[in-house]
């Protein structure tokens, strides 16, 4: 039994098996579910409830959307805000979660699987490989709806040439081609990732310096995520952790000395 709250959850990229078991419960014993449909896929919602209330956000306003959500909850409603991914990148959460608590609702927050793990998985790599690249940058470009800060540029994120991937940018894809280019190898591979998890799902893997004839040949424009890293150069890249290394020690093992 659900309490009368604002449960923001992550939905996942759109594949209904990537729902966490907590989204899940939640999800379908719901009163009200608010959705933003241009992102969350209808097969996210097949087993929610039949008498559960749908509204679908994507038309809407912060101003239209809160007011509903306050007085769901008041009438002693579950209501469930569902955003696509993880709800730690580009949910705009931040702003609901002010207004709810000014309103003095409850809110609890559930985690969603990103886009780029799902990304990751279905290309079978580690995206954090010894002695190649041990960190990963989640980043954007800047929209009509947000900007980046100056020091978050993409070109300088580049310079660390680490495993990154690249939200929001596929209108922009040839000023992001270029600025990602002064600093990562013309072959860097890149995966386009277009709509993971839904029935028209596409991925390409791609050398950098074709991320944008390819993108835009086979408009792969909405719900696309980049993801460039040396990581997926697959089997070429021979890398090894300590970790696991017989001569390796640590807390539970005694490494074998030679
Ligand atoms: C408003 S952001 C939301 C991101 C979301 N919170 C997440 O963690 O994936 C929307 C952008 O995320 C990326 N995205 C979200 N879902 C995706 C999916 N299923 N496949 C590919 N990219 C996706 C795209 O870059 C899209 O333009």
Not at 44 to 64: M, N, Q
Request: with cysteine.
């Amino acid at each position: 039994m659900l309490n009368s709250a604002v449960y923001i959850v992550g939905a996942g990229p759109g594949d209904p098996d990537l729902l966490t078991i907590k989204a899940k419960k939640i999800l379908d014993q719901a009163d009200v579910i608010l959705y933003a449909n241009s992102l969350v896929p209808k097969q996210i919602l097949k087993d929610v409830r039949s008498d559960a209330e749908l509204i679908p956000t994507g038309s809407k306003t912060l101003e239209d959307i809160i007011p509903l959500m306050i007085e769901r909850v008041r009438n002693n409603k579950s209501v469930v805000r569902l955003h696509s991914g993880d709800l730690t990148l580009y949910s705009a959460i931040h702003e609901q979660m002010q207004a709810l608590a000014e309103a003095q609702i409850p809110v609890q927050l559930v985690p969603g699987i990103g886009a780029f793990q799902d990304a990751a998985a279905k290309l079978g790599v580690e995206l954090t490989v010894p002695g190649l690249v041990q960190s990963i940058i989640l980043t954007r470009i800047s929209g009509r709806a947000s900007s980046v800060p100056e020091a978050e540029e993409l070109a300088s994120l580049a310079a660390h040439k680490a495993s990154l991937a690249l939200y929001l940018a596929a209108r922009h894809v040839e000023s992001a081609q270029a600025k990602l280019l002064e600093h990562y190898p013309p072959d860097t591979p890149v995966a386009i990732c277009y709509r993971l998890g839904w029935e028209d799902e596409k991925i390409r893997v791609v050398p950098l310096s074709e991320m944008a004839k390819i993108s835009r040949e086979e408009d792969l424009i909405r719900t696309t995520m980049y993801l460039v890293s040396p990581a997926l150069a697959g089997k070429q890249v021979e890398a090894r952790s300590q970790l696991y290394h017989p001569q390796h020690s640590h807390l539970f093992r005694q490494g074998k000395v030679v």
